[in-house]
């Protein structure tokens, strides 16, 4: 009987020396004065996509494109004021650009003419400009600087003293001289001038 009881213990030890080490239990400590990691900051908001527009002339670094100036009237009413001519510049490079209006020169004509019998020189004010939706804005006197930066689209109104423009078969432009870091550049845009019917009262 105790020679089983001794071959039951030598087996016993046997195995448990066999048998592998218990696996250790990882776990995770937080100190309580650990400051939270900050997030990961967002992603840059991609510039937006400018519809492409004629060129009208290149400056080094940046464009002179399509500008679009217009106004309305109603028939028999008051005329059209005009007080600043825009132009729309794209901007290729990450320089900053200056430019000057030397000078603004009103257009009129009758619509059966071909050569423009008016040409009334503005007195300039001075200038505005931003990005899309009116952001980035910059005012000049003399001059305007469009600072440096990533390249975009920029709308520039050069401002002068209101002038009276009345559509009765007319038509209507600018004639600009112009400087663009230096360079300098004549040329004319047209001014749309619609006349409206008046809405009846109800």
Not at 2 to 16: C, E, P, Q, S
Not at 80 to 109: C, N
Not at 110 to 127: F, Q
Not at 159 to 181: I, K, P
């Amino acid at each position: 009987m105790l020679r089983g009881m001794k071959g039951l213990v030598a087996v016993l030890a046997a195995a448990a020396c066999s048998a592998p080490p218990p696996r250790p239990v990882q776990t995770s400590v937080v100190a309580e004065d650990e400051p939270t990691p900050p997030a990961a900051p967002a992603p840059p908001t991609p510039l937006q996509v400018e519809t492409p527009l004629k060129l009208l002339h290149s400056f080094p670094g940046i464009d002179l494109v399509e500008s679009s100036n217009a106004a309305i009237h109603e028939h028999g009413g008051d005329a059209a004021r005009i007080g600043h001519v825009m132009l729309v510049f794209d901007i290729s490079d990450r320089r900053a650009h200056e430019i000057e209006a030397k000078q603004v020169e009103m257009l009129r004509r009758h619509c059966s003419e071909t050569a423009w019998h008016s040409r009334t020189p503005l007195k300039i004010r001075g200038y505005d400009a931003s990005t899309a939706g009116g952001a980035n804005g910059v005012v000049g006197d003399a001059r305007l600087v469009l600072p440096p930066g990533v390249p975009r689209r920029y709308r520039v109104s050069i401002r002068f003293d209101s002038v009276d423009a009345y559509q009765a078969c007319d038509a209507f432009g600018f004639a600009l001289d112009l400087v663009v870091d230096r360079v300098r550049h004549k040329f004319e845009l047209p001014l749309d001038i619609t006349r409206i019917d008046p809405i009846d009262p109800p």
